[in-house]
């Protein structure tokens, strides 16, 4: 199974178009990477490929990718794609791909999928385009099946886990984020993506335990990160009870797991991680953790 992280940074990226903080100023300096927002590739054959998520970024990602159309044609390695929340950072990237010769194959809960279609119209849009397949997450085990029936060489399952939903939704709550573990069938191997945690809840323990990789929300490394930063009056309180900190919640519990691949995603721009010669970033790595990159490809 091979792992290509499209994109590393949360929401606006890694410079963020409207900000000057500490971090965004040496990206702009090239004294830290740049990073797209978060998405992720998976392929046992590495020529059909499911992504995880598809990012306002999905565009410049996919230009980038290693597999392109042939010469002549239109066509696509990228078949099938597993959302797991309705946040703008995670799909509006769909409306980009109003192109695709067939119609977009898109795995949620239906909570999820009730947000993203009354509140964003997806449906209706991209129907005047390609089209849309929606299907349903499983909770338990499943062959993950590409649009037009055929085996990818892997399993999966979703795990619902709690979140907000999205800003733009005023309707009815709903559990609105999931985790997704997807396993290859010949070897076994495994991969958990869990871009956006709130809390440790025992099936997502229970998860991160098993896994042979983990890819896991590294949006802050504490509460006072935009204070530091230098960006102190943004309204920072929901957005920041959406997400477990690492220095005071993940970081013990991520390190102590046998996952041989342990990385965090997500990173916000206010996060201090992204400097490379950071003390924060120094501890996360000697707990074994690594920080994602755009382009990182994991193999398993």
């Not at 963020?16 to 392929?43: D, K, M, P, V, Y």
Request: a negative charge; one cysteine or more.
């Amino acid at each position: 199974m091979v792992v290509q992280v499209l994109g590393s940074a949360a929401g606006g990226g890694v410079p963020q178009w409207n900000c000057g903080c500490r971090q965004c100023e040496g990206a702009h300096a090239g004294l830290l990477e740049s990073r797209t927002q978060c998405s992720f590739a998976i392929s046992v054959d590495e020529r059909r490929w499911v992504l995880v998520n598809a990012s306002p970024d999905l565009r410049p990602q996919l230009a980038k990718f290693r597999l392109q159309p042939a010469p002549g044609t239109r066509s696509t390695p990228i078949d099938t794609i597993l959302l797991t929340d309705a946040d703008l950072d995670h799909t509006l990237g769909f409306f980009l791909l109003r192109e695709s010769p067939t119609p977009v194959s898109i795995h949620s809960s239906e909570g999820i999928r009730r947000v993203v279609e009354e509140g964003l119209r997806i449906t209706e849009i991209l129907d005047s385009y390609c089209g849309i397949q929606w299907r349903t997450a499983p909770c338990s085990f499943e062959p993950l099946v590409l649009k037009n029936g055929s085996q990818t060489g892997m399993e999966y399952k979703a795990v619902p886990i709690e979140g907000p939903c999205p800003r733009y939704w005023k309707g009815v709550s709903y559990s609105s984020r999931l985790a997704y573990v997807l396993r290859e069938l010949a070897t076994g191997s495994s991969v958990l993506f869990a871009p956006a945690v709130a809390r440790f809840e025992p099936q997502l323990l229970v998860e991160l335990s098993l896994a042979d990789a983990i890819f896991f929300d590294g949006t802050f490394w504490a509460d006072d990160d935009f204070e530091k930063s230098g960006v102190p009056d943004l309204p920072t309180g929901d957005l920041l009870r959406s997400h477990l900190p690492i220095s005071s919640g993940s970081l013990e519990t991520i390190a102590a797991q046998r996952a041989k691949h342990k990385i965090y995603v997500h990173i916000n721009n206010t996060n201090p991680i992204l400097w490379p010669t950071s003390q924060e970033r120094k501890v996360v790595e000697a707990r074994g953790i690594q920080l994602a990159a755009d382009g990182m490809t994991v193999l398993l």
